[in-house]
């Protein structure tokens, strides 16, 4: 079992920088992959990025690719998302899970979600 913990997310203005926090705790955080995602109002649940589990790889969203950037710190078991020049469209609820299945990055590869941390941005 794995607990994930996110933290980070507040009000901020359109342009502006944000890193977002995900701390976990249970098993053994370097064997995992992760991702984030996000969920807006009305809107399904979508990635937005992912680390493997040495944090050799990433992969991005189109949405938010050069503009975001996820990265990790085994040693403290915790993965993080810099979020930079953050747009109206990129206020949600940020989610970090952990992979599941190598099979693409829709929510149901992933699990153990934690609660979210929301992200406001004001134009």
């Known amino acids: 079992q794995v607990q994930l913990v996110e933290s980070g997310g507040r009000l901020v203005q359109a342009g502006a920088s944000l890193r977002l926090s995900c701390a976990a705790s249970?098993?053994?955080?370097?064997?995992?992959?992760l991702g984030w995602f996000r969920q807006a109002p009305g809107k399904e649940r979508e990635f937005v990025a992912h680390i493997s589990y040495s944090g050799t790889n990433t992969y991005y969203a189109d949405s938010v690719k050069g503009r975001f950037t996820i990265s990790r710190d085994n040693a403290k078991n915790t993965v993080y998302l810099q979020m930079n020049d953050l747009k109206p469209e990129d206020a949600a609820v940020y989610y970090c899970a952990v992979r599941l299945y190598a099979l693409g990055h829709k929510p149901t590869d992933y699990g153990y979600w934690g609660q979210g941390t929301q992200v406001t941005v004001s134009s």
């Open positions: 249970g098993r053994t955080f370097s064997n995992y992959a």
